[in-house]
Nanobody
Framework: QVQLLESGGGSVQAGGSLRLSCAASGRTGSVYKMAWFRQAPGKEREFVADINWSGSSTSYSDSVKGRFTVSRDNAKNMVYLQMNNLTPEDTAVYYC????????????WGQGTQVTVSS
């Protein structure tokens, strides 16, 4: 089992920055990839960014590319999402997720952290 706990959400004005953190515990050595997703009110959950556990590979959705950066600190079992130049469209609950294999679905999820961007 892998447990995930997000933190760092909050309220910020457009153009501001936030850094989300995801603390992983349990069988973290078995995790193949970690990701951030978000869900805005009335919308489906969407992919934001991911990173493999070695940190050698990352990917981003087009909507955040160039503004968000995903990183990890294996020594601390932490994954981060640095969010810059935030817009009201980034307002959502952000979730940390993990999966155990390239072919697997994301089976481990945190409880989410709210990010609110005001104009």
């Amino acid at each position: 089992q892998v447990q995930l706990l997000e933190s760092g959400g909050g309220s910020v004005q457009a153009g501001g920055s936030l850094r989300l953190s995801c603390a992983a515990s349990g069988r973290t050595g078995s995790v193949y990839k970690m990701a951030w997703f978000r869900q805005a009110p009335g919308k489906e959950r969407e992919f934001v960014a991911d990173i493999n556990w070695s940190g050698s590979s990352t990917s981003y959705s087009d909507s955040v590319k160039g503004r968000f950066t995903v990183s990890r600190d294996n020594a601390k079992n932490m994954v981060y999402l640095q969010m810059n130049n935030l817009t009201p469209e980034d307002t959502a609950v952000y979730y940390c997720a993990g999966k155990l294999a390239v072919w697997a679905a994301y089976g481990y999820w945190g409880q989410g952290t709210q990010v609110t961007v005001s104009s």
